[in-house]
């Protein structure tokens, strides 16, 4: 039996259907994404929402709205810090133990500054970078394996990889390497 090297498969996901991605899978509540506290917590939370995703320099740029407030429940008024404002964060893709993360991390303001406004991105960036994971390959064997029309065969997905990550101008592009069996 002779062996041959197969392709790589490339899937190009490009910046409409991951802003689409991020609405229904990450920001969920209302359009929100909280990042701290809950909708519930009026004096403690903070949330990301309005996400717009491009390309730039080989890097993910992801925009979004800002809003949050470190307060104190004194008398039924909120007192300490907060704010709302637009941000960038700015980050590269990287494929690890079957999740994307990112790694290079950076969260900007765009328009505003303050002690209030750098604390949140500074904690905002180290946050990412250390906690943010998609399921690739997980969601990879969800779409390969199912069985669609066809339940009789069995599909089972094996030595699943990324073993590149591009961003494009328009794009994000995984390089995949796997074996689909059917049963």
């Not at 259907?17 to 909280?34: D, H, I, K, N, P």
């Not at 946050?127 to 779409?143: C, N, P, Q, T, W």
């Not at 394996?145 to 990550?165: A, M, N, T």
Request: proline letters at 3%; a positive charge.
């Amino acid at each position: 039996m002779a062996s041959a090297c197969s392709p790589a498969v490339e899937l190009h996901v490009q910046f409409g259907a991951l802003e689409r991605m991020l609405s229904e899978q990450v920001f969920t509540q209302e359009g929100r994404r909280y990042v701290h506290g809950s909708k519930t917590a009026r004096c403690n939370f903070a949330y990301l929402e309005r996400p717009r995703v491009e390309g730039a320099g080989g890097r993910l740029v992801i925009h979004a709205k800002f809003s949050g407030r470190a307060a104190m429940n004194l008398l039924g008024a909120c007192v300490g810090l907060g704010d709302a404002f637009d941000l960038t964060i700015t980050a590269t893709p990287q494929y690890r133990d079957g999740n994307l993360t990112l790694r290079d991390v950076v969260v900007t303001s765009d328009k505003k500054t303050g002690f209030y406004i750098k604390r949140v991105c500074t904690i905002m960036a180290a946050s990412l970078a250390r906690d943010f994971r998609y399921g690739v390959g997980a969601e990879a064997s969800k779409i390969l394996e199912d069985p669609g029309s066809r339940p009789q065969y069995k599909r089972e997905l094996q030595k699943f990889s990324v073993s590149e990550i591009r961003v494009t101008d328009d794009a994000l592009v995984l390089v995949m390497d796997f074996q689909l069996t059917v049963k």
